[in-house]
């Protein structure tokens, strides 16, 4: 069992190594659901003395004022044998023995972190200490709730650390030790006042009486320690810690334990109740309550860590991997990025993302609907079909037939389709346009590389300007054909009337009658509607020939050919990341680092229960 306590200590130091100490953060927090004991009482109220009574050493430091300015996070080992020594998380490979220098490194490492103007911190430190002497145990020492600021602090900082001490103990897997002295009334204690506050049933509260041997004459505590004061779920315990001119003569911790225990021995108020005092006792019920809460956590702590397992790899999936160091990896890395876009951009071509489906929509509606809108019929009208026939005659009469005039007219019709023939280049193009777009938004890795992503987009809408370049002229071709070679079957499939072609002795203004002309505009019609039914399958082909299954096939051939040109710096700089999105990878790596260690080490202990 000792081995669980060692567990959450191991892994309350990694979480403090990544920052990871109770606040908020964006980041998921492992160190909120680890069970811990806090240890909470107002100044002066002997908290202090009641931590080094625990240890049995003397290594906090003292003062007036607030000393404790930042949470100490203090993990007991007991080992079987040898010297005593310390060991501090910001100095891992350094080993204090005499913790005379262990309180003044506290003070120090306070100060590094706080300034010397009494501020306080939430930042943690960590202290190790190995003893034979210690049973296995973690607590973390809170600055003590103060009414007043002194000099050199911020009016602030009463509500400060009062925010601070809350913070950490209304965590529903923290215990709280509540110190109060006994030599004040417990109704005015400030860590009663708070403990009651965040844990109204005492469900997590254990209370602690200091100074019991200061109280005045004539009074005890038996009515508190016998819990008929003040009620928890948990027996008060009560410590006799060595008084001021003790600690200035610096008496033995050993002795000054035998001098407690013979208190409560030989003090007839509390003698009914000696077995469960001291310093020595509080140690051990601690230890053995925090054994107990962390087993019954390890099933809950299992299934937070590997939820957050899986949140932290989705979300290291979505950053993207780090950038390659050598020239060859980073093109290889910008290589697979783009391949990725196209990829994303075929599948909205292909059905397989939507966005393609609008280039149908061009050729089956507003192609169509655009050709419609010429409105051939008005430019065929009477007055116009006899001004074209009769100047496409020249000076003299037509012999059989107005055959220029019709292929004037043929041509001044099928001339107006260039414009829906352009109309629908330019619609595909700004729906493929608009696909580039929509892939490198969906292209998670493009994120991460700004400048790549600009230089895709400007390479890739280059590539569809070129492909629509090429789609109009053969787009145009095909229209300029069929007025440049008009079909001669559907002439000779007409009925031949000579009486109905005029007469060429009628004067010059006077040969074409009413009906004839007519019949022309109809026979002229019927041929431009049957060439617009032909182009109305063709354009669509030539469109998706050219721009389609051109982007899908070529579109960043251009880029990949100058991307192959480029030196290391020039490919460096495609991958300038956002400095933000490189300290979140490396943070997201550490903590699944953290993560999966933890999995491993709780199912190891989980397995040995």
């Not at 109220?45 to 996070?73: A, C, H, M, Q, Y």
């Not at 296995?136 to 600021?149: E, W, Y």
């Not at 109905?500 to 007519?518: C, E, I, M």
């Not at 050219?546 to 040109?565: I, N």
Request: charged share 25%; net charge neutral.
């Amino acid at each position: 069992m000792e081995n669980l306590i060692q567990l959450v200590n191991k892994i309350q130091r990694a979480c403090t190594a990544l920052g990871d100490h109770g606040e908020e953060s964006a980041m998921p927090t492992l160190w909120d659901a680890l069970p811990s004991i806090a240890v909470v009482g107002g100044q002066s109220s002997g908290k202090s003395s009641v931590l080094e009574s625990i240890v049995g050493k003397d290594f906090l430091p003292r003062g007036s004022g607030i000393v404790t300015r930042r949470p100490l996070v203090l993990q007991l080992h007991k080992i079987d044998e040898g010297r005593e020594y310390a060991e501090f998380m910001h100095l891992p490979r350094k080993k204090f023995t005499d913790f005379a220098a262990v309180r003044q490194e506290i003070a120090d490492e306070t100060d590094r972190e706080t300034g010397r103007n009494k501020g306080i911190s939430s930042v943690p430190i960590h202290l190790s200490i190995y003893s034979p002497h210690v049973v296995n145990l973690t607590l973390v020492d809170l600055p003590g709730l103060t009414k007043v600021a002194v000099e050199g602090q911020p009016d602030s900082i009463v509500q400060d650390i009062e925010n601070m001490v809350r913070a950490f103990i209304e965590k529903p897997n923290c215990i709280i030790l509540a110190i109060s002295p006994a030599n004040q009334d417990l109704a005015t204690s400030d860590a009663i006042k708070i403990s009651r506050e965040v844990d109204p049933k005492g469900e997590r509260t254990f209370g602690v009486l200091t100074k019991i041997d200061l109280m005045d004459k004539g009074t005890d505590a038996s009515e508190i320690l016998e819990g008929k004061a003040y009620k928890l779920n948990f027996p008060w315990i009560g410590v006799v810690n060595r008084s001021q001119a003790d600690i200035n003569k610096q008496v033995d911790m050993i002795a000054a334990r035998k001098r407690e225990n013979e208190y409560f021995a030989n003090t007839p108020e509390y003698r009914h109740l000696a077995s469960r005092m001291g310093s020595v006792h509080l140690g051990k019920v601690l230890s053995k309550h925090l054994e107990t809460v962390i087993k019954s956590r390890i099933p809950g702590l299992q299934s937070l860590i590997n939820k957050t397992i899986i949140e932290l790899e989705t979300e290291l999936n979505r950053i993207g991997k780090p950038i390659a160091a050598d020239t060859g990896g980073k093109l290889y890395m910008i290589m697979e990025i783009c391949r990725t876009f196209d990829q994303i951009f075929k599948d909205h071509l292909d059905g397989g993302r939507p966005g393609g489906e609008k280039i149908y929509q061009v050729f089956d509606n507003q192609f169509p609907a655009s050709l419609k809108r010429l409105q051939f019929d008005k430019h065929l009208s009477m007055d116009n079909v006899r001004k074209l026939i009769t100047e496409a005659d020249g000076y003299q009469p037509h012999l059989i037939a107005p055959e220029q005039g019709y292929r004037r007219l043929i041509e001044s019709c099928l001339v107006l389709v260039r414009g829906p023939a352009e109309a629908a280049v330019d619609a595909v193009h700004g729906i493929l346009k608009d696909l580039i777009h929509k892939s490198m938004s969906e292209t998670m890795e493009l994120k991460q590389y700004p400048t790549l992503k600009v230089e895709l987009g400007s390479a890739a809408v280059d590539s569809l300007e070129r492909m629509r370049e090429e789609s109009k002229r053969a787009t145009l071709l095909l229209v300029d054909m069929e007025y440049g070679y008009l079909t001669v079957e559907f002439f000779r499939k007409l009925p031949q009337d000579a009486e109905k072609g005029g007469n060429p002795s009628h004067s010059l203004f006077d040969r074409y009658n009413d009906a004839y002309l007519r019949r022309i505009a109809t026979t002229v019609l019927s041929y431009v509607n049957m060439v617009c039914g032909t182009l109305r399958n063709t354009i669509p082909k030539s469109v998706v020939y050219c721009q389609v299954r051109e982007a899908k096939r070529s579109l960043l051939d251009h880029f990949f050919t100058e991307l192959g040109k480029r030196e290391g710096k020039q490919l460096a700089s495609l991958l300038n990341e956002d400095p933000a999105i490189m300290q979140r990878r490396t943070s997201l790596a550490k903590r699944l680092e953290l993560y999966r260690s933890a999995q491993s080490e709780i199912e190891a202990v989980a397995w040995e229960r």
